[in-house]
T-cell receptor, first 114, second 114 residues
C-alpha cells in the first residue's frame, strides 16, 4: 500500500539556520511527491512537488529531490525565517487514472525563533 | 482567479445529528476531493468527485456522502454524527483527476461534535 513517514517533530530552529525535514515513502508504483505547508488556522498550501525520480521541486527557498533509490523526498531550506513557522506535510499521489488522492504523513511542526 | 472556498468556517453539532459542508472549487477546476484532518494528524482522504461522479473513496463509512454540482462545487454530508467525527474538513480542487495534478486546498471547516 501507500504510506508516508515523516520525521517526528516538533522542530525548533533559530532564524537563518539550515532546515531538513525527512520524508520517506512506500508506494506500489511510481508516485508523485508533494510538500504542503499549513500555517496556523489555515488550510494546506502546496509548497513544491516532483513527479519523477531525480526531479527537484523548489519554491520560496525550499527544495526537495525525489530519490527513488532511497524512497525519500527530504525538505531543505538553507536559511529559515520566523515566517516559515508552520506545520509541513509530505504527501504522495499515485493514481494515473481514477482518483489522485493524496496520502499524507503526520506532519512536522517547525518553530523558528528570532 | 478565485481560490477554493468552504463554508461554514466553524460548526458545532451534537452526536446523532447530520451536517452538510460546502465547497466551491478554484476557477476552472472540475475535480473536488474531501479530506478529514483530526487534531495533530495529517489529512485522510474521504472521496473525490470528477465531473459530478464519485471516482474514488477512502476508508470511510457510507454515512459520509457527497455531491458535486454542474458548476463543480461540492457538498460533504455526514449522517449520524459521532464524537470521533470532530475534525477539520478540507476540500481540495484540481483540474482533472489522476496524478500528478496538484490539488489546491480551501481553509477548511472545523466541525465539533458534542
Amino acid at each position: 500500500g501507500n504510506s508516508v513517514t515523516q520525521m517526528e517533530g516538533p522542530v525548533t530552529l533559530s532564524e537563518e539556520a539550515f532546515l531538513t525535514i525527512n520524508c520517506t515513502y512506500t508506494a506500489t508504483g511510481y508516485p508523485s511527491l508533494f510538500w504542503y505547508v499549513q500555517y496556523p488556522g489555515e488550510g494546506l498550501q502546496l509548497l513544491l512537488k516532483a513527479t519523477k525520480a531525480d526531479d527537484k521541486g523548489s519554491n520560496k527557498g525550499f527544495e526537495a529531490t525525489y530519490r527513488k533509490e532511497t524512497t525519500s523526498f527530504h525538505l531543505e531550506k538553507g536559511s529559515v525565517q520566523v515566517s516559515d513557522s508552520a506545520v509541513y506535510f509530505c504527501a504522495l499521489s499515485e493514481a494515473q487514472t481514477g482518483a489522485n488522492n493524496l496520502f499524507f504523513g503526520t506532519g512536522t511542526r517547525l518553530t523558528v525563533i528570532p | 482567479e478565485t481560490g477554493v472556498t468552504q463554508s461554514p468556517t466553524h460548526l458545532i453539532k451534537t452526536r446523532g445529528q447530520q451536517v452538510t459542508l460546502r465547497c466551491s472549487s478554484q476557477s476552472g477546476h472540475n475535480t473536488v476531493s474531501w479530506y478529514q484532518q483530526a487534531l495533530g494528524q495529517g489529512p485522510q482522504f474521504i472521496f473525490q468527485y470528477y465531473r459530478e461522479e464519485e471516482n474514488g473513496r477512502g476508508n470511510f463509512p457510507p454515512r459520509f456522502s457527497g455531491l458535486q454540482f454542474p458548476n463543480y462545487s461540492s457538498e460533504l454530508n455526514v449522517n449520524a454524527l459521532e464524537l470521533d467525527d470532530s475534525a477539520l474538513y478540507l476540500c481540495a480542487s484540481s483540474l482533472g483527476s489522476g496524478a500528478p495534478r496538484s490539488q489546491y486546498f480551501g481553509p477548511g471547516t472545523r466541525l465539533t461534535v458534542l
